[in-house]
């Protein structure tokens, strides 16, 4: 199988356009790819590894290099709701954050955002996997009425 380089960075910058203009964010490439990658850092670290692997299987190659950038199988940490989430992504973000997510209003927005993109990689069978393992009150991060 020969890796084909030029073509994954071609789907990569196609999908962060995207996925800016998604955020409202224009042409901030930098910004976005900073918010998508804490993310999906914080995901991994609430969902299981199981879970996890059975997401990234799932993501062109471009994601799952972004998943799995720095991913250590440590005890995870105890995220129970929307706050402790946002608080962990900033964490993730770490200099940058109070730019990148300046109010949990709008961090909650990009959360959903960014759910709503990843869709076009995600069956409907994962998500619901996904937000089953979820904490109760984390599980409104995957919405019904936008996902299914």
Do not use: C
């Amino acid at each position: 199988m020969a890796l084909n380089f030029n073509q994954f960075a071609t789907e990569a910058n196609t999908f962060m356009k995207l996925y800016a203009k998604e955020l409202n964010l224009g042409t901030n490439l930098d910004k976005a790819a900073r918010i998508l990658s804490s993310v999906l850092h914080g995901l991994r670290e609430v969902i299981s590894v199981e879970e996890s692997l059975q997401l990234i299987s799932q993501f062109p190659m471009f994601l799952k290099a972004v998943y799995v950038n720095g991913w250590t199988l440590r005890r995870k940490r105890k995220v129970k709701n929307m706050v402790d989430f946002i608080e962990l992504i900033r964490e993730f973000d770490g200099v940058t954050s109070m730019e990148d997510f300046e109010s949990d209003e709008v961090a909650e927005n990009y959360i959903d955002s960014t759910f709503i993109v990843l869709r076009k990689y995600i069956s409907l069978g994962e998500l619901e996997d996904i937000r089953t393992s979820l904490p109760k009150d984390l599980k409104s991060m995957i919405y019904h009425s936008y996902m299914f």
